[in-house]
C-alpha cells in the first residue's frame, strides 16, 4: 500500500495552496492509496480560530474532514496525523497513530515540552516523530523523546538535508520516515512510504511503521 506520510490542506494550513478534494484527486492519479493528513497544529493556527479550545480543534479537523470525504468517493484512504511545532524550539513534529479524540483531549499540544508530546503519545499509543530535523535553523531534538524521525522530505523549497537526517535517526535507532510535505502542486508523489499490509485507519498506521517493514519512496 502506497501512502503519503506528510500532507497539509489549505483549509487549515496556511501555508497550503491545494484545498482537500484537490488533493485527493492528484494523490489518486499518482497512484497513491493513502494519504496522511498533517495539518499544521501550531500556536498561530488554532489560536486564529475563533471559539473555544474545543471549537478551535473542531475547526483544524475540517481540512482532514472533507479530505475523508473527498477520498471515500475517490477510492483514496485518509488518515488522520498532526503536525506540530512544540514548546523549546522551532522544530515540527509529526504524530502518527491518533485519532480525532487525541486532539480533543489535547487542545494546546503546541504548547507541551518534548517530553510532556511525547509523554502523550506514548499514553495514547501514538508515535512521535521528528520533521525535516536538518534544515538550516533547525536541529534534531532528544532521541529519547523520540520515536521516529523524517529521514527523507521532499519538499522542493527547502534544504532538507536529507542525509544528515538519516544519518542521525540510524545513530540513534529510530523509526524512518518519508514525506513529500505537500504544499503545493509540484510537491505530489515526492514522498512517502510502500507498506506491505493494507492500512485502515491511524492506529493500523503506527502498528506498521513500528515493524518497519515498508519501503520508503525517495525517488520523486
Not at 500532507?7 to 496522511?36: I, R
Not at 517530553?115 to 536538518?134: I, S, T, V
Not at 517493514?213 to 520523486?220: H, V
Request: glycine share 10%.
Amino acid at each position: 500500500m502506497k501512502i503519503e506520510l506528510h500532507a497539509h490542506t489549505s483549509e487549515v494550513s496556511p501555508c497550503a495552496n491545494v484545498a482537500a478534494e484537490t488533493m485527493v484527486s492528484v494523490y489518486v492519479k499518482a497512484g497513491y492509496q493513502g494519504v496522511v493528513v498533517t495539518d499544521h497544529f501550531n500556536s498561530y493556527v488554532l489560536e486564529s480560530f475563533p471559539g473555544s479550545p474545543r471549537d478551535r480543534v473542531t475547526r483544524y479537523l475540517e481540512g482532514f474532514y472533507k479530505a475523508q470525504q473527498a477520498g471515500e468517493k475517490a477510492g483514496l484512504q485518509i488518515i488522520l496525523g498532526m503536525e506540530s511545532c512544540i514548546a523549546g524550539g522551532k522544530e515540527d513534529f509529526l504524530i502518527y497513530g491518533i485519532g480525532t479524540d487525541f486532539i480533543y483531549q489535547h487542545p494546546t499540544f503546541y504548547r507541551y515540552t518534548q517530553e510532556e508530546a511525547y509523554r502523550a503519545c506514548q499514553e495514547y499509543g501514538a508515535l512521535l516523530f521528528q520533521a525535516h530535523p536538518c534544515r538550516p535553523g533547525l536541529a534534531p531534538r532528544d532521541p529519547n523523546l523520540l520515536d521516529g524521525m523524517e529521514v527523507y522530505n521532499g519538499n522542493p523549497r527547502h534544504k532538507n538535508n536529507n542525509p544528515r537526517a538519516r544519518e542521525w535517526a540510524e545513530a540513534h535507532g529510530l523509526i524512518f520516515s518519508s514525506g513529500s510535505d505537500f504544499h503545493e502542486m509540484e510537491d505530489v508523489g515526492r514522498g512517502g512510504i510502500i507498506l506491505p499490509v493494507d492500512i485502515r485507519d491511524s492506529k493500523e498506521l503506527a502498528e506498521a511503521l513500528k515493524r518497519r517493514t515498508g519501503e520508503l519512496i525517495e525517488t520523486p
